[in-house]
């Protein structure tokens, strides 16, 4: 399954860098800027985090605390993007090492965002469910809003970013990585950014889910989201089950006239 999902971090909307720092590393994170502590330390999906910064960085970024005050103190504005956070779908096959997922992830970010001066926090989580078939592994990152300099952050945004164009770009090199793994391991599967309808696809697409109606679903309650995909997959099958009857049907006819 493949999926990129990107968002702003606005302070407009009561979003803030510090608080989703917190969210994706599973830690309790001091907001300096919003004078409070965000408080996410009970989770347990953690498997694995890194703070990622360009060399050209200043030394003290790789810390925590300095990279979320910094950002902080790079916006002025009430109203300011302080940032973005990527969301990743990783695959979920046992062919692949948990190794070679986050190496892949690792690769990704440093040659997508670190090499056009972002900084970025890096959390992977496990995503777990009780049919392992379904488990969803997946990553988050946290980037910067403004290109990294080695005195800190530049004074102008490099507004390219937020280009449609570029969107789309980062969106295929994410398929185009996750490819390259499963040709390096021989196997037989492929992602691809693009819709079903431009794939040549004739399948009705699901719909995400979001955060509130995933935690739902994993405790077993039914949400409206899940019901609509569920509806979509056994349509989905009985489209696949009517595809297989009709070629047994025509292979049956060949055989009838051949004989």
Request: proline share 4%; glycine share 4%; hydrophobic share 35%.
């Amino acid at each position: 399954m493949y999926g990129f999902d990107i968002r702003p971090i606005s302070r407009l909307k009561d979003q803030s860098v510090c608080k989703t720092a917190a969210y994706i590393l599973r830690e309790n994170v001091r907001d300096e800027y919003q004078g409070k502590t965000h408080y996410y330390a009970r989770g347990r999906d953690l498997l694995y985090s890194e703070i990622m910064v360009p060399e050209i960085a200043p030394e003290s970024f790789h810390d925590l605390s300095i990279l979320l005050t910094e950002i902080d103190r790079a916006e002025k504005r009430y109203d300011a993007r302080t940032g973005r956070v990527v969301r990743l779908s990783l695959p979920n096959n046992k062919m692949l090492l948990m190794e070679d997922i986050i190496q892949m992830v690792r690769e990704f970010v440093k040659e997508v965002f670190l090499s056009i001066h972002m900084c970025a926090v890096l959390a992977i989580h496990e995503g777990v469910h009780e049919d392992p078939q379904k488990n969803n592994p997946h990553a988050h990152i946290l980037l910067t809003d403004r290109p990294v300099g080695p005195d800190g952050f530049c004074a102008k945004k490099n507004r390219t970013w937020n280009q449609v164009s570029q969107l789309n770009q980062w969106r295929q090199l994410w398929a185009e990585k996750q490819n390259q793994l499963f040709r390096d391991r021989h196997l037989d599967i492929r992602v691809s950014h693009e819709s079903l309808e431009v794939q040549g696809i004739q399948r009705e697409p699901t719909l995400p889910l979001g955060r509130a109606a995933t935690a739902l679903e994993r405790k077993g309650i039914q949400t409206e989201r899940g019901n609509r995909n569920r509806e979509i997959e056994a349509r989905a099958e009985a489209q696949r089950e009517t595809e297989i009857l009709h070629k047994q049907k025509m292979r049956d006819r060949r055989c009838g006239r051949e004989r």
